[in-house]
């Protein structure tokens, strides 16, 4: 199904005098701080979040999956769902997709069905945590580190093909998340297992073209749960490092020991110029794939801090991350929970632009800390939602995406048109 554009007109037409009413008020207050609102509403509308090709569907536990029906069962309607976002909020202008999963079977019409929604292709996922049917050899005890060599071959030569498909598509990156690790004290020689990872890494590496990056993701346990063989920053880091100057780290904000803190690792890796991917979701204990900004909104904003001034730093050549939402979950409509997750993610971001550097750094030189505190919080306490809708405004998109998705009974409609029982592939 497609989006009128018509209707989007007509819905923000009944929403317009409320929303005028509370920009002005907030325009003419930032205004009067000397802050340059068009350009602010500019940025935020610029900010692009990528969306994965497995968050589509219901996401499930291993105790179980409840689909609420129209789930897109082809590549060809996850771009569908995709272009509907983008169309609902103009911020979702890429897919990402997870091989082999998502395998582009006819590369010119994925192309061009992606063009005519106006999406991008961003970072390729390569999957060596499963086996795939009919796999001559196993990854049960590991991929990329895998003790045996030809294992170790598999998920190389499983490396390259996703790099391949992602030339064909328009990536410009490739993210490699491993499960790699080991279950039991003794059961992995870890110096071994690390090494022999680097070494896979480097014939991966080799294949990549001059444009491309390289994102090493790391996790610190599951599925394996006594060791992993990237588990923390440092390790990916390491990597990224020896590889060279295409390689990156990727920041999974699930993938962190409670209360680590995450802003530092973040202003660590864009110091040395190695923050490369980002993957957004929120969590109560690590990996527990909530929506953004539902548990610790206060913490995405100090993340977002620290990215922006990172960003905002003329000196710095970091460059700008690939920004995608990872995470799926299993109470909620899917495109609901991806709504969600974007505005949460502008939310954060449009905040953290109003952070008055210059004040912040005059009190951290005069180790003021009250005041350091109350320009961040200050801050966070300020409803910067009018500013979002009216980069939406601008962009023709839906001042509120979430009403629109119900009022206009999208996931009815696309279960009318896909039936109860279609299923996303993933997890
Ligand atoms: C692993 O937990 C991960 O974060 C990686 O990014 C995978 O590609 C993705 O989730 C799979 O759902
Ligand atoms: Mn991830």
Redesign the pocket.
């Known amino acids: 199904m497609k989006i009128n554009p018509q209707h989007i007109n007509e819905f923000n037409e009944k929403h317009i005098g409320i929303h005028r009413h509370q920009f002005d008020f907030l325009a003419d207050t930032l205004q009067k701080n000397d802050i340059d609102v068009n350009r602010l509403v500019e940025k935020i509308g610029n900010f692009q979040i990528a969306i ?1 090709s ?1 968050a589509l569907g219901t996401g499930g536990t291993r105790f179980g999956r409840f689909p609420g029906g129209g789930e897109p069962a082809s590549l060809e309607q996850k771009l569908e769902d995709v272009g509907l976002l983008h169309a609902l909020n103009r911020s979702c202008g890429a897919i990402s997709l ?1 091989i082999p999963w998502d395998v582009p079977e006819n590369i010119d019409n994925i192309k061009g069905l992606a063009s005519e929604l106006d999406l991008k292709f961003d970072a390729v ?1 390569s ?1 060596t945590f499963q086996d795939q049917p009919g796999q001559k050899l196993s990854y049960k005890f590991g991929s990329l580190c895998h003790t045996d060599k030809a294992v170790r071959q598999l998920a190389i030569d499983h490396n390259k093909e996703v790099i391949q498909y992602g030339k064909d598509l328009g990536s410009k990156a490739i ?1 490699v ?1 491993l499960s790699d690790g080991s279950n039991f004290p003794g059961q992995q020689n870890l110096r071994k297992a690390l090494s022999r990872t680097l070494d896979s890494l480097k014939d991966i590496y080799s294949a990549l073209p001059e444009d491309w990056k390289m994102f090493v ?1 790391y ?1 610190p346990f ?1 599925p394996n749960f006594y060791s992993t063989v990237i588990p923390d920053w440092g390790t990916s880091h390491l990597l990224a490092s020896k590889l060279g100057n295409k390689a990156f780290c990727l920041v ?1 904000l ?2 962190h020991l409670p209360n680590t803190n995450i802003e530092q690792i973040v202003a660590t890796l864009m110091m040395e110029e190695k923050l490369g991917g980002f ?1 957004f979701n929120d969590s109560k204990y690590s ?1 527990d794939d909530l929506t953004v900004g539902s548990i610790k909104p206060y913490q995405l904003f100090l993340i977002f801090n620290e990215l922006v001034e990172g960003m905002e730093d003329k000196f710095s050549k970091n460059p700008e991350p690939a920004w995608m939402i ?1 995470a799926s979950h299993n109470v909620k409509d899917p495109l609901e929970d991806l709504l969600q997750s974007v505005e949460a993610i502008k939310i954060a971001y449009a905040q953290a632009l109003l952070v008055d550097r210059a004040a912040m750094e005059d009190a951290r030189e005069k180790n003021d800390v009250v005041l350091a505190q109350e320009i961040l919080q200050g801050v966070f306490r300020t409803d910067v939602r009018p500013l979002i809708m009216q980069s939406r405004l601008k962009d023709h998109a839906a001042l509120d995406p979430l009403s629109f998705f119900r009022d206009y009974k999208i996931r009815e409609k696309l279960i009318n048109e896909r039936g109860m029982d279609s299923y996303a592939t ?2």
Do not use: I, S
């Open positions: 994965p497995w997870h996922n999957n993210t998340w993701e996790k599951e999974d699930g993938h993957h990996d990872d993933g997890l």
